[in-house]
């Protein structure tokens, strides 16, 4: 069926506009956080949360820490699965430490420069194309959000998590919105299955479609690392909310933070908590506990990763000043080897 004159120019009308639609739409919800953060701060009883942070137990540190590391070594093999998924032959033991580099300074300084700019530098040093290189980071995005999806849509369907009665989604639409999630992931498990077709061209860029198997750990390796990350917030809080809520309301703080495209969406997941465990802790406790969260899963790891990223680069500049060292070796040795024979 052939689109209309008209249908196509509302079509590309559409297009048009768009962009600055969603400019817009990103804005307001950014307004809107902002608002919120303003309100939160003048009603936050500060030295309750400073008196917080100041009596975590070792235990309770412990117990978070090993949930981020446990964390960390979960995100790790996403690229460990990417390897596979290509095929290329770098070994697993240099794979690790990039995608830890890549893993926390994504989440401290956005996907630009984590997930993208710094896996180009870095596996294009070791001799990956661009072409696996996009693979590989197109794999383990697909990982983070199936694990993502298929957790919160199950978690939304059964119940797990109850909206604050002020606001506009509902139970039911949170129900709705759940099946959806679940729905796209039987979708791509299937087409992993069973479709005849496993391979497609988009702007120049080759698109291969996991196996079931892969497809499947993908899966679980994604929501293993969203449920460990869950889990350092519950320790944080001081186990005072159960554990399936922490992981809810960590669902849907993690999609308003990717809304307003704020690293390590400031401020946003804060505004979440506070908003929908009101009623069961003070606003001061769920920031310290948020704030210690933080500092034990998102700035400890950055500064670890950039010591890591540095031995990484001194590595790589070692390796090309004996690479150039063998080559003027080589051009020496041609060198001799010519004047002998004149």
């Not at 696996?132 to 998590?161: C, E, K």
Request: net charge positive.
């Amino acid at each position: 069926m052939t689109a209309t004159p008209n249908e196509e120019h509302s079509q590309s009308t559409w297009r048009r506009r768009w962009p600055l639609v969603k400019k817009v739409l990103t804005y307001a919800f950014f307004v809107l956080v902002t608002v919120l953060l303003v309100s939160l701060a003048r009603k936050l009883d500060w030295g309750e949360v400073w008196h917080t942070l100041r009596n975590y137990s070792a235990q309770t540190l412990l117990l978070a820490g090993v949930s981020a590391a446990g964390s960390y070594v979960v995100y790790c093999f996403f690229d460990v699965l990417g390897k596979r998924y290509t095929g290329h032959d770098i070994p697993v033991r240099q794979v690790l430490p990039i995608t830890f580099v890549c893993y926390a300074f994504n989440l401290n300084l956005s996907a630009w420069v984590g997930g993208i700019a710094l896996r180009y530098r870095l596996y294009s040093r070791l001799g990956l194309r661009p072409s696996q290189i996009t693979r590989v980071f197109t794999l383990s995005l697909l990982t983070n959000w199936l694990g993502y999806m298929w957790l919160a849509g199950l978690i939304f369907v059964l119940g797990g998590i109850t909206p604050p009665s002020g606001w506009e989604i509902g139970m039911g639409a949170l129900r709705v919105l759940g099946a959806a999630l679940l729905l796209a992931c039987l979708v791509y498990l299937g087409l992993c299955g069973y479709s005849k077709r496993r391979e497609w061209s988009i702007r120049g860029h080759d698109i291969r479609l996991p196996s079931l198997r892969m497809a499947l750990v993908q899966m679980v390796l994604g929501a293993v690392n969203w449920g460990l990350m869950a889990l350092v917030v519950y320790f944080m809080l001081s186990q005072k909310v159960a554990y399936p809520e922490v992981l809810g309301i960590l669902m849907i703080s993690s999609i308003a933070g990717v809304i307003t495209h704020i690293p390590a969406g400031l401020g946003v997941i804060e505004a979440v908590f506070v908003a929908m465990l009101a009623d069961e802790m003070s606003r001061g406790a769920i920031v310290a506990g948020l704030i210690g969260y933080r500092v034990i899963y998102f700035l400890i790891p950055l500064l670890l990763a950039t010591a890591v990223y540095v031995a990484l680069e001194a590595g790589a500049k070692r390796l090309r000043g004996r690479n150039q060292g063998a080559q003027t070796d080589d051009g020496s040795a041609a060198g001799t080897s010519g004047a002998g024979q004149r």
